[in-house]
């Protein structure tokens, strides 16, 4: 799955007339650079949840056929969900086995692969370098797991993998993953991993244009 709903206001004014999913950076959009990772992991199907000027998603990708990928849409509207309640609508498209999700707005090279869950994991983190634009990162990670920490040294990287069952006991509607990410880490229910390559959020015009003079 490919979080693509937000309506990037970090990006404003870029994102006034495109979804960020759509951003160019060094000539390729990133939706178009996510879809061809996804695909080299062996993925052959992909759900994209629509919310902000979702028409234009639909418009330049539409069956997947042109990137060798199927593409199924979850359409939100003008009720976008946040993270967690994008992901529970769209847990019938999802299917029962554990599923990769990728945050639209992320720039990386970070092979897009499927490790296998421990029989209690919950879900699986990949876990960057906090950039130095942050005054604080999110996660440790201790033994392979993901743990809330005083002085978190690592960022999550928007790319985890999740068990259908983490979401079991949630109600439909908008509601964020972060605090079901915390409650994991300290149930030892989520695994985690380091990247150190290259990665960036493309969350304001600065960077953006930062990435695209490199």
């Not at 359409?75 to 967690?84: K, M, Q, S």
């Not at 928007?158 to 990410?181: D, H, K, N």
């Amino acid at each position: 799955m490919i979080l693509a709903a937000g309506r990037g206001e970090r990006l404003r004014p870029v994102t006034d007339t495109m979804p960020k999913a759509l951003v160019d950076v060094r000539g390729e959009n990133l939706l178009e650079r996510h879809l061809g990772h996804i695909k080299s992991a062996g993925v052959d199907t992909v759900v994209i949840n629509l919310g902000w000027l979702g028409e234009k998603i639909i418009e330049q990708v539409g069956s997947g056929s042109n990137y060798g990928i199927n593409v199924v849409y979850s359409p939100e509207a003008d009720n976008v969900l946040d993270t967690g309640g994008g992901i529970h609508r769209a847990l019938p498209l999802l299917g029962d086995e554990p599923f990769l999700v990728v945050n639209a707005d992320i720039y990386t090279d970070m092979p897009m692969l499927m490790p296998d869950l421990g029989e209690d994991m919950m879900g699986h983190l990949v876990l960057v370098p906090t950039p130095e634009h942050r005054s604080a990162g999110d996660f440790d990670l201790v033994n392979g797991l993901v743990r809330n920490g005083q002085n978190p040294e690592l960022t999550f990287s928007g790319v985890a993998i999740y068990r259908p069952e983490f979401f079991a006991q949630c109600s439909a509607g908008r509601f964020p993953l972060a605090p079901m990410l915390r409650a994991a880490a300290d149930a030892g229910k989520l695994a985690g991993s380091r990247y150190s390559g290259l990665w960036e959020d493309v969350g304001t015009p600065a960077r953006l244009a930062e990435l695209n003079r490199c």
